[in-house]
């Protein structure tokens, strides 16, 4: 993407796309043991954005979310994340509580919580990832925030290597079952990372 | 009827009196605000890095700092203004991200460059202004919230609002 210009083949988007949809399911069954209940996702939707529009593209620029972000470093470097919107994000925390028959927690208590939850889903992802690959994905510290999805996104894209005028992207949305908790799994690879990783897979490059 | 004008990230544009220039969603980044009152002419660079555009990748200059500020001057006198008469602002640049800083205030080891780029790119938006020989009337920058910028470009005002801090004009 990064070089002007250049595309990716179907073939190579459909194998990472599948890729991803394998990770997700792994993240889904973490998170459907830490809330109990079964969790559903979607088929991975890859796409490719212009930069102004990237911000706009998961539920809206003003939309309140929380997010965990994960840099993730090694040889197929890209970063993920975990966006919910705020809402979905309580009710998943007071769920949470509510199983483990704790007190209300404070809202630095909740942020930790769902920092801690967001790292142990994109960990699965990630881990995830390796197996298929057998590359080695080494995420930097989750980093936490509630705020706009637009700055969310803005922020995260800073990190993205090579990656200039078209950023590419494959999201997974998830839904517990029974509870109003929806969410975005979203990875952002890097420039090459995509050609790496579906070589790997026996992907031909054009 | 004022237009309102998106600008996304990355984007320079500029407009004329009665049009509303708006970023939404600005969190590392920083928006660049110009404004002539006289020619009633104002523009927004939405920056996401600090630095310059490297020149085999200049598709993108609004994306830096440097080249963004450049493009923003050049394309406000293009469109009339004069650079005796602008005035700029300059919003955003949050650190998005809650982590815990070190003893000295610095990024602990192991975290994304990310988490500190909204202060650089303040820095570095601040810096090319004052090579550009331009001033900044006013700023709302830092913090750890996103921000969304209403440029009113009739009158210059500018609205920022957050979650945070609700509605501040500067």
């Known amino acids: ?206 | 009827m004022s237009e309102t004008i998106r600008v996304g990230l990355a984007e320079v544009k500029v407009s004329g009196n009665s049009s509303v220039l708006t970023c939404i969603g600005l969190g590392s980044c920083v928006a660049v605000i110009m404004h002539d009152p006289v020619a009633k002419i104002g523009g927004i660079a939405h920056v996401m890095l600090p630095g310059r555009a490297p020149e085999k990748r200049a598709d993108m200059p609004g994306k830096y700092a440097y080249t963004a500020v450049e493009l923003l001057l050049e394309e406000m006198e293009k469109s009339g203004a004069s650079r005796e008469r602008i005035s700029c602002k300059i919003v955003g640049g949050s650190n998005m991200f809650k982590i815990q800083a070190g003893p000295s205030g610095e990024v602990p080891k192991g975290y994304p460059r990310s988490v500190s780029i909204g202060e650089r790119n303040v820095a570095a938006v601040e810096s090319s202004l004052r090579e550009a020989g331009l001033k900044i009337s006013a700023e709302h920058t830092g913090g750890n919230f996103g921000r969304s910028v209403f440029f009113y470009v009739e009158t210059g005002k500018v609205e920022v609002t957050s979650i945070t801090v609700g509605k501040v004009v500067i």
């Open chain 1, 1 to 206: 993407m990064g070089k002007k210009g250049k595309e990716y083949s179907g073939l190579q988007v459909d194998a990472f796309s599948e890729v991803c949809n394998i990770c997700a399911g792994h993240a889904a069954v973490a998170l459907s043991k830490i809330v109990d209940t079964k969790v559903e996702i979607s088929v991975p939707i890859a796409r490719v954005l212009p930069l102004p529009e990237v911000t706009e593209a998961f539920g809206g620029s003003e939309t309140l979310a929380a997010g965990v972000y994960m840099r993730v470093e090694g040889p197929c470097p890209g970063s993920i994340i975990l966006l919910l919107g705020r809402e979905s994000a309580k009710s998943l925390i007071e769920h949470l509580t509510r199983k483990l028959d704790k007190r209300e927690l404070s809202e630095r208590e909740s942020l930790s919580a769902f920092q801690e939850i967001g790292g142990m889903l994109l960990g699965s992802y990630l881990n995830a990832l390796g197996q298929v690959t057998g590359y080695k994905f080494k995420p930097l510290v989750p980093a936490v925030t509630i705020d706009m999805a637009g700055a969310i996104i803005g922020t995260i894209l800073a990190d993205l290597e090579g990656i200039e005028s078209r950023v590419f992207n494959v999201e997974t949305k998830f839904r517990v079952s029974n509870e109003e908790i929806t969410g975005y799994i979203i990875m952002f690879p890097d420039e090459g990372t995509l050609e790496k990783i579906t070589k790997r897979l026996g992907v031909p490059v054009e």
